[in-house]
């Protein structure tokens, strides 16, 4: 048995301290995102900044709580909190509150909860449970549909909210089966499917199929030789195919019309600066207008005169480009990278399975988050509601980014154990 003292000693401080310097630099962000010169204190309750306060306060409740539970406790409700979390998704689409044209909350008195944001950590930990089950091995076609069956559920359930962002998240999952042994050929495969997708958008369904179709008979005749191989092309282009003819419900039957407007914008086939284009191209405009070291804190004017929708969640990271230029957004990446390349460290030494595979988990949901959201910002991406962990104004994603996180580092000081 440890004692408390041992485990605490045991604890990766370099990744906490680089979580606390994010939060708080996030709270210094929103703060500065809605700046209210009436209401200049940023420990004013009635302001979001005052707000993020608390939730950061009940955070660090959240984490006491992690660090003094037993880590093999984790393993062991892996999958009643993967339950729980399906559960309480189905809840939210009959019981939730609608905000911003999405049922996604579950409303308490003055305060909202996000199920989705919690199904994150929950999901990661039951992938990890069953991935490190003895004699579970990714080459069974079993074991692959059931690891995609825990990644996709959450996914199928948060769609019809909808938010298709959150629903998106749970793919990164998907760099989790690769780093424990799944053939690299998928990642292909999927990459061919998410180019099939976008061409299918620019280009005349008919043209792309004879292009497919021709490129799938050179292939064949140039393969003669090995034995059934053109089975294996004609499979594929058959696949092509109906996932061509597919994407058009998808796409208009799945997403909402300012997704599709967004994915289009995105594409080029529309321009629409002043109307659902117009979130995007006041954020970039705040970020160009930050320049190499920014306007100073507080000084933002795109920010101060509320030109960007949304800027204390979605887009926070155009506050800083904004006031911190493209120095200051740099060191806010470069903090962000070296947070990742930290916890692969911490899930490359771990001796047990089960918290190597949870911390890629952590890895992949992060960086996701991170990648999608910067882009979304400047423009390399739809506008597709995904926060930026630790700036984004929000207690549901404070919380479960902080339970996300925590977790790991809990197990991190169990790694000399095979849990």
Avoid at 73 to 87: C, E, G, M, R, V
Avoid at 165 to 179: D, N, P
Avoid at 306 to 332: H, K, L, M, N, R
């Amino acid at each position: 048995m440890r004692n408390s003292n041992s485990i605490f000693q045991n604890l990766d401080w370099f990744s906490i301290f680089l979580f606390a310097l994010l939060v708080l630099m996030g709270w210094a962000n929103i703060y500065a995102a809605v700046y209210n010169e009436e209401f200049n204190s940023i420990f004013d309750t009635t302001q979001k900044y005052g707000k993020q306060m608390l939730w950061i306060a009940t955070a660090t409740i959240i984490i006491a709580v992690i660090l003094f539970i037993d880590g093999s406790l984790f393993q062991t409700l892996a999958y009643p909190l993967y339950i729980l979390s399906i559960i309480s998704l189905i809840l939210v689409l009959f019981l939730g509150k609608e905000i911003a044209g999405a049922r996604s909350w579950f409303a308490f008195g003055g305060f909202s909860l996000q199920p989705s944001e919690f199904a994150k950590f929950a999901t990661a930990l039951a992938l990890a449970r069953y991935l490190s089950t003895k004699n579970i091995s990714l080459k069974s076609w079993r074991t692959k549909f059931t690891a995609l069956l825990i990644i996709f559920l959450p996914s199928l359930l948060i769609v019809p909210q909808p938010d298709p962002g959150s629903a998106l998240v749970y793919s990164s999952l998907l760099l989790v089966l690769f780093r424990e042994g799944l053939s690299g050929s998928y990642i292909f495969f999927g990459f061919g499917l998410v180019v099939l997708f976008v061409l299918s958008l620019l280009v005349d369904k008919l043209y792309l199929i004879i292009i497919l179709a021709s490129l799938a008979a050179l292939t064949i005749i140039l393969t003669l030789r090995i034995k059934n191989f053109y089975w294996s092309v004609l499979a594929i282009l058959l696949v092509a195919v109906a996932f061509i003819q597919s994407v058009d419900y998808a796409f208009y039957n799945v997403l909402e019309d300012r997704h599709r407007d967004r994915i289009n914008i995105l594409l080029g086939k529309e321009y629409d600066p002043k109307g659902i284009g117009y979130n995007t191209n006041q954020s970039m405009i705040a970020i160009g207008s930050g320049g190499l070291t920014g306007k100073g804190y507080l000084q933002g004017t795109q920010t101060k005169y509320d030109f960007v929708p949304e800027q204390s969640t979605d887009f926070i990271f155009c506050t800083v480009g904004e006031e911190w230029g493209f120095a200051g957004s740099s060191v806010i990446i470069l903090l962000f990278i070296v947070l990742f390349f930290r916890l692969v460290q911490l899930a490359e030494r771990q001796k047990s399975a089960f918290s190597r595979i949870y911390g890629y988990g952590v890895v992949s949901i992060f960086f996701f988050h991170f990648a999608i959201n910067i882009a979304m910002t400047i423009g390399l991406a739809p506008v597709i509601g995904i926060p930026l962990p630790f700036f984004s104004y929000g207690g549901s994603s404070l919380w479960g980014f902080t339970i996300l996180l925590f977790i790991f580092i809990k197990l991190d000081a169990y790694r000399m154990q095979i849990l």
